[in-house]
């Protein structure tokens, strides 16, 4: 039957034409599409492989920043704490100080106070007892300047003494 | 009233063979025949019939005393004789003396023929084929060159889904990872067979009927076929002539697993062929029935039966032309993966013995 034969005239055109589309297209079409396939495809998987690596190095860096953040913060209430102890410590250490030298300074005072109160009482009493004997020398060489007076005084220590 | 209708289903399911014939009928209403009308339309021709236009083609003929002739086919319509030859039946003769061509008291035809390479209307399909998709994929291929690292976009969008599906669900799977070397081929024959089975149904443009062809599929098919025993490894030949993991009285006295071995072997390109051409044929031959039935009511019943006919004639035909376009995709389909797996056979290592 017709339909079931070959048919060499076409035969002929279709092995010439289908060899001549086949090269063609191979040299100037799937060459190059193919290849701008995969080059596509690689900087796809390429793109999402350093995104993937960004994400991961992000991740990391956000691990670090928060490490460093609760250390910083750490460090800061260190210092804090320490800045505190160190005022609590300046502060009752200046007080106790304080406390010491206002004593000290109050007792050197007292001291000296007593010292210069002894001082005084004892110029007082030196005084005392000059004046005493000034007065006494006085009134004696006035008295002895009377006999009978004198003999008064005399008296009346006598009777003392007798009467002791 | 009639010609309306007539011009509606011819528009609808338009195969120009009708027309063609329809001045032929016109005289002689009831000589209408369904069978020589598809026929004409699914077989190769001489010329290309649109609507009632027929355009000549140009015959090419070589004979060892003629030489090479190239003159236009309407030289030899009608049973004209033309520098000796002449044409029945879409083929040319040597004329005879008397200027008839000889034939025996059967009525059988026994003059010699030359050998025919006229551009014919299935030639024309083809180059028309293979135009497209040189303009399809070249202009594909510089949207990669001019877009280098965008988007696809237009017709490189359109041809890009299907090229990544030649290559990842049709050439990787079956051939594994020497895929590359075929890939050219596979995409050119996926392509060929599904723009050429497109053009066959496109109405109003001659009819072509390409991929169709018996001619068209053997060499498709003899190229695979080609190309696997070219790249067929050791194994492959070894799994032919001394099928390993069979029982030894399968091959000796009598090599029995050769013979079969050898049957697949031969059988592959065959059933290629036949696969290939007996679908599309087959397509184009359940959509022009279903019009010839309004041509054929109308001859029986008169034009009322046509036109009650053509409503469902047309609803039918629509519906194949449905199917016609899936199995325009899917013969392309089937052709490539099958290509792809003889090729795969072919280049297959094996380190175990089964």
């Given amino acids: ?164 | 009233m009639y010609r309306f209708f007539v011009a509606i289903a011819l528009f609808v399911t338009s195969f120009s063979a009708f027309a063609g014939h329809n001045p032929e009928n016109e005289g002689k209403k009831e000589t209408f025949n369904a069978g020589e009308v598809i026929l004409h339309h699914v077989m190769d021709n001489h010329e290309i019939h649109i609507g009632t236009l027929s355009i000549p083609l140009p015959i090419i003929l070589y004979s060892s005393e003629r030489g090479l002739d190239l003159f236009s086919s309407s030289r030899l319509s009608h049973g004209d004789v033309y520098n000796g030859y002449i044409m029945e039946h879409e083929k040319i003769y040597f004329v005879g003396d008397n200027g008839e061509v000889a034939r025996d008291e059967h009525g059988h035809i026994t003059a010699s023929k030359p050998f025919d390479f006229s551009i014919t209307k299935t030639v024309v399909g083809l180059f028309l084929t293979i135009g497209l998709m040189l303009f399809f994929f070249i202009k594909t291929a510089n949207g990669y060159k001019n877009r280098v690292g965008k988007a696809p976009k237009g017709i490189q969008a359109v041809f890009e889904p299907l090229i990544i599906f030649v290559r990842d669900d049709i050439a990787k799977p079956s051939i594994g990872k020497n895929y590359e070397k075929f890939l050219p081929y596979l995409l050119t024959i996926f392509f060929f067979i599904w723009i050429g089975n497109m053009l066959g149904l496109i109405p109003f443009i001659g009819g072509f009927n390409v991929t169709g062809n018996i001619s068209v599929a053997l060499v498709l098919a003899l190229l695979t076929f080609i190309i696997t025993i070219k790249n067929g490894n050791k194994d492959y030949w070894k799994h032919i002539y001394n099928t390993p993991g069979v029982p030894w009285w399968l091959k000796f006295p009598i090599p029995l697993m050769f013979f079969i071995e050898l049957i697949g072997f031969i059988s592959k390109p065959v059933v290629l062929t036949l696969r290939l051409f007996a679908n599309i044929t087959a397509g184009h031959i359940i959509i022009l029935s279903f019009v010839s039935l309004i041509f054929i009511f109308n001859n029986l019943y008169g034009a009322g039966a046509g036109i009650g006919v053509s409503i469902l004639s047309i609803a039918f035909s629509i519906f194949m032309f449905a199917i016609e376009l899936l199995v325009a995709v899917l013969q392309a389909y089937v052709f490539t993966l099958l290509s792809a797996l003889y090729f795969g056979s072919a280049v297959e290592e094996h380190d175990h013995a089964h």
């Fill in chain 1, 1 to 164: 039957m017709d339909l079931l034969t070959p048919s060499l005239g076409l035969l002929f055109w279709m092995s010439l034409a289908f060899i001549i589309v086949l090269v063609l297209l191979k040299k100037f079409a799937w060459s190059g599409i193919l290849k701008a396939l995969k080059d596509r495809e690689e900087f796809i998987e390429r793109s999402l492989k350093s995104a993937e690596d960004a994400k991961a190095q992000m991740s990391d860096l956000k691990a670090d920043n928060e490490k460093l953040l609760a250390e910083t913060r750490l460090e800061r209430e260190q210092i804090l704490k320490e800045a505190k102890d160190m005022k609590e410590k300046i502060m009752s250490d200046a007080k106790l100080s304080a406390t010491e030298e206002g004593n000290r300074l109050i007792s050197a005072a007292r001291a000296e106070i007593d010292k210069e109160k002894l001082k005084a009482l004892s110029d007082i009493k030196k005084q005392v007892g000059e004046l005493s004997l000034e007065i006494a020398e006085k009134v004696v060489r006035k008295e002895l300047s009377d006999k009978d007076a004198q003999q008064a005084l005399v008296d009346i220590h006598l009777s003392q003494a007798q009467a002791n």
